[in-house]
């Protein structure tokens, strides 16, 4: 039997599944294979979300995990060469500017939306840091959560 420790999952931070182990017997009972100690992400560690893949829907969405280990989902959004650069017109968010190259995704800067003197500022930087996508988090209840996630996301 194979035992697959969910932290290591493949498409989860570049993991493999663990490898066969058998359970032993100790003192007449069945014992189960000693789990591995976790490994802690790199911080912002990703991946498209599973239950996504294969939709319409799967290349709109994605999921960071932070130093905690929360996922957080976001909805992508390309920049674009228009006034707001391709950034929705929320004034509540987590917002992380990312960068493709090629197949691997990489964070380039984390902020939380507010006011637009902020925003247009975080936005210029990003963009000249070479961002290509907008990764925006709207699920946040009140400012102490966003800051909470802010801070675990390392913006």
């Known amino acids: 039997m194979r035992t697959i420790d969910p932290f290591f999952a493949p ?38 979300l599973a239950s996504l893949t294969g939709s319409v829907l799967g290349p709109r969405f994605h999921a960071w995990y932070g130093r905690s280990r929360r996922r957080t989902i976001c909805s992508i959004y390309p920049v674009r060469d228009d006034e ?21 995704l ?12 902020d925003r247009r500022a975080w936005v210029e930087e990003a963009i000249s840091a070479g961002a290509m996508e907008w990764h925006v988090h709207l699920l946040a209840e009140d400012e ?11 913006g």
């Open 11 to 48: 498409g989860l931070w570049g993991g493999a599944p663990m490898p066969p182990q058998s359970p032993t017997m100790t003192a007449g009972r069945l014992s189960s294979p000693q789990r591995r100690s976790a490994v802690i992400a790199p911080l912002l560690s990703h991946a498209p």
């Open 106 to 117: 990489h964070a380039l800067a984390v902020f939380a939306l507010g006011e637009d003197e």
């Open 84 to 104: 707001a650069k391709g950034l929705p017109d929320f004034t509540e968010g987590i917002v992380i500017a990312a960068k493709r190259d090629g197949a691997r």
């Open 144 to 154: 102490e959560e966003r800051l909470a996630l802010l801070r675990d996301l390392g």
